[in-house]
């Protein structure tokens, strides 16, 4: 019996340990022209929401009607204290950096590609969902990081500061894109 609870106590332990050691941490929220910047472990940068009405509008794009959003929380209570922070002008932010997390979520490649080869998103500890496409350009193959068109120039408006971080993540995305481009040939 004791075990039992023992056992139950320290599972739960470490679930709360790991559900805190991948939270990503705020620090740095600014608000330009209506448009609220965010940026999480001092080497994610999101760009572009909107709070209306109390709720954290992503930035999007729209096609046939439909629209698509380049970022998604995928936890509410996360999203709930983001809105908070932002809503709070006195913020004091932490200067981490903690380890940021990965996982590649989708990959769903394009029958007949024309530019776009593949619609693939990134996880990122398991708090955010970031939207990107494979490209065949001039040079290879590449990611298309969200961006918004403005007049005739793309704006970035998702950027991973840390270089290498950003070069492992997309080796990653592309090395899972040719493994799932072999398989679909099969």
Partial sequence: MYMKR???VLLLFLF???SYALDLNLT??????????IEFNNTLQLHDFILKDGTLISP???????????????NRNFKNNIVNKINNKNNTF????????????KCNIVKNPK????????????????????????YGLWISWPSIKEKDK?????????KELKEEIENALLKYYKQKKNDDKL
């Fill in 16 to 18: 709360c340990i790991r």
């Fill in 60 to 74: 999007y794009y729209e096609n046939n009607g439909n629209k698509y959003y380049f970022f998604h929380f995928l």
């Fill in 115 to 138: 530019t776009i080869l593949a619609f693939m998103s990134v996880i990122f500890n398991d708090n955010i969902e970031i939207n990107c496409n494979i490209l065949n350009g001039k």
């Fill in 28 to 37: 740095k929220i600014t608000n330009q022209n209506n448009k609220i910047n």
């Fill in 154 to 162: 793309w704006i970035k408006i998702f950027n991973i500061k840390d």
């Fill in 94 to 105: 932490t200067n981490t950096k903690e380890k940021i997390e990965y996982k590649i979520n």
């Fill in 6 to 8: 023992f056992l139950f």
